[in-house]
């Protein structure tokens, strides 16, 4: 149990175009799902909190009008870099935790890497 | 804030030895701490997840102590195999906190 799915695993635009990533829960429902960034080898930086039927809550530093985030169910958010830039070229990766038991711990998805070009 | 370091950046050990990976934190109000492995261009693998009330947990040849007061865990891994060669990280959830805190990560090389 507790899989997350993540789509699509690679892509790669033209700097001026969006592009839409997709984080679904298979098998439970996630009120709350996180978006992360990774650079080549460093490590994990959370982007935003993305709350199902509220606005997301993005940290500091990260600008909520490029990384548009949309969690319209429980068991999909949408993270869209908009007006994609060679700088945002990354590694992206979701998690989520089945609600009222963070005692399993988070299951993240397999990462999306966007090239800008 | 809470900073998580891990000790060392990187490892390369001979096939077949037991190894240790340090994972350290500033702030020791943690819910839980999670271990992940990361292979290249790919997600998370949840490894072990301790609990703040716990003092370790395993699962087969690896096996995760925490001590919270101190700031520390440590993940042991037996008889090492060239299948194992990959990121680790260390993760910590803060009480009254949502969001996973990372640490750097260690890169493992087990050469065969």
């Known amino acids: 149990g507790a899989v997350v799915s993540q789509h699509p695993s690679w892509v790669i635009c033209k700097s001026g175009t969006s592009v839409k990533i997709e984080c679904r829960s298979l098998d439970f429902q996630a009120t709350t799902m996180f978006w992360y960034r990774q650079f080549p080898k460093q490590s994990l930086m959370l982007m935003a909190t993305?709350?199902?039927?509220?606005?997301?809550?993005?940290e500091q530093g990260v600008e909520k009008d490029k990384f548009l985030i949309n969690h319209a169910s429980l068991t999909l958010s949408t993270l869209t870099v908009t007006s994609a830039h060679p700088e945002d070229s990354s590694f992206y990766i979701c998690?989520?935790?089945?609600?009222?038991?963070?005692?399993?711990?988070?299951?993240f998805g397999s990462g999306t890497r966007l090239t800008v070009v | 804030k809470q900073e998580v370091t891990q000790i060392p950046a990187a490892l390369s050990v001979p096939e077949g030895e037991n190894l240790v990976l340090n994972c350290s934190f500033t702030d020791s109000a943690i819910y839980n701490l999670q271990w992940f492995r990361q292979d290249p261009g790919k997600g998370l693998t949840s490894l072990l997840l301790?609990?703040?009330?716990?003092r370790e947990q395993t699962s087969g040849r690896l096996n995760a102590s925490l001590d919270k007061s101190s700031g520390r865990s440590t993940l042991y891994i037996a008889a090492s195999q060239p299948g194992d060669s990959a990121t680790y990280l260390c993760?910590?959830?803060?009480?009254?906190?949502?969001?996973?805190?990372f640490g750097s990560g260690t890169r493992l090389q087990v050469q065969p």
């Open positions: 993760a910590v959830l803060n009480t009254g906190r949502r969001a996973l805190t």
């Open positions: 993305s709350n199902e039927g509220s606005k997301a809550t993005y």
């Open positions: 998690s989520a935790s089945p609600p009222r038991d963070r005692a399993y711990g988070y299951t």
């Open positions: 301790i609990q703040s009330s716990q």
